[in-house]
């Protein structure tokens, strides 16, 4: 049972083992993201998700994408590979909502096979209303959430469309709705025991103002930490002709917002399919094609 509000033991312990919620963890402890869930109900303008094999390492970026049956053969592979692998992570390279009975059966499967293994998903949060309490259930504690601006009108610019009950929104209606299930989805979240890192991309000149408001409102929702990341202008993507974030700046607003939450500092903006420490990445070296089961 979750008690409403606060953190188990065991949800304790899990957490001094994951790499992106706990510093001390990253130097030691390995996690691995299933690239299970390709589809997105959202269109963000920095991103273009690839399924390629390019040496590129960037969010939404994967070389292969697996049904949950080859990722519970991968789990099993790169487990008898790597000693200290303690998460697995489904982060796309969609959102692992929008592909929930896919991301809900890899969990299952794996959970069949080790109980120990810490779950966390990442999603834009439209379908967390939907789907929070099947998350609880499923017993993930770690939940991350995209929300890059409390304003709709900062969202018209950031979302090209939101899609959401067979119906196709735009413009700042598509960020309020977008907002709203977040706003929903977060707070049911945290009133039973999961622990929430939201993640804000930082884009100049669009919603960089709103960022100490985003961390604020969602520190008053009960948020673990937030983790402000750069804008990488992705190629292909609507904002591919914006500058990259620079760490100078990047470093000075998460100055700023140190003063209201733990600021995430060591997110390398991993690939969906990473595997490894946190500042490795052995994507390559366990792709499924290369992959000879046993016997
Ligand atoms: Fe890409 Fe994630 Fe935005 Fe979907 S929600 S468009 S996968 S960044
Ligand atoms: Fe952790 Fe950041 Fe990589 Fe996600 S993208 S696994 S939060 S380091």
């Known amino acids: ?50 399924f390629d094999c390019v040496n590129e390492s960037r969010p939404g970026v994967t070389s292969e994408v697996l049904t949950p ?36 059966q890899t969990i299952e499967n794996i ?16 379908l967390l209303p939907k789907y929070a309490s099947e998350i609880v259930a499923l017993g993930i504690r770690h939940v991350t959430v995209t929300v890059n601006t409390l304003d709709p009108a900062i969202g018209a610019k950031i979302y090209k469309f939101v899609s959401y009950q067979g119906k196709h929104y735009v413009g700042s209606q598509a960020a309020e709705l977008l907002l709203v299930n977040q706003l929903a989805g977060i707070e049911y979240l945290v009133q039973h025991g999961v622990l929430v890192k939201i993640n804000i991309v930082m884009i100049k000149g669009i919603n960089d103002r709103d960022i100490p408001a985003v961390v604020k409102k969602v520190k008053a929702l009960g948020v673990f930490v937030t983790n402000i990341m750069p804008l990488i202008p992705a190629p292909g993507s609507a904002f591919e002709h914006l500058p990259q974030t620079s760490m100078k700046e990047l470093n000075a607003l998460r100055d700023v917002c ?12 991993c690939r969906a399919d990473a595997i490894g420490l946190l500042h490795e990445d052995r994507s390559q070296e366990f792709r499924m094609c290369n992959h000879v089961p046993d016997g």
């Open 111 to 126: 959970k069949a096979i080790d109980q120990t293994i810490t779950f966390c998903l990442s999603t834009n949060g439209l």
């Open 69 to 104: 049956a080859l990722a519970s053969d991968k789990f099993v592979w790169v487990k008898g590979e790597i000693e200290h692998l303690s998460v697995v992570g489904i982060a796309g390279p969609g959102d692992a909502l929008a592909d929930w009975p896919s991301t809900k």
């Open 258 to 269: 140190q003063l209201d939450i733990h600021q995430m500092r060591h997110c390398q903006q």
């Open 1 to 50: 049972c979750v008690c409403s509000g606060t953190l188990s033991a065991d949800t304790l312990e899990k957490t001094n083992k994951h790499p992106c919620y706990s510093a001390d963890a990253h130097h030691k402890y390995a996690r691995m993201h299933l690239p299970v869930a390709p589809g997105c109900n959202v269109q963000c303008n920095y991103c273009n998700r690839k």
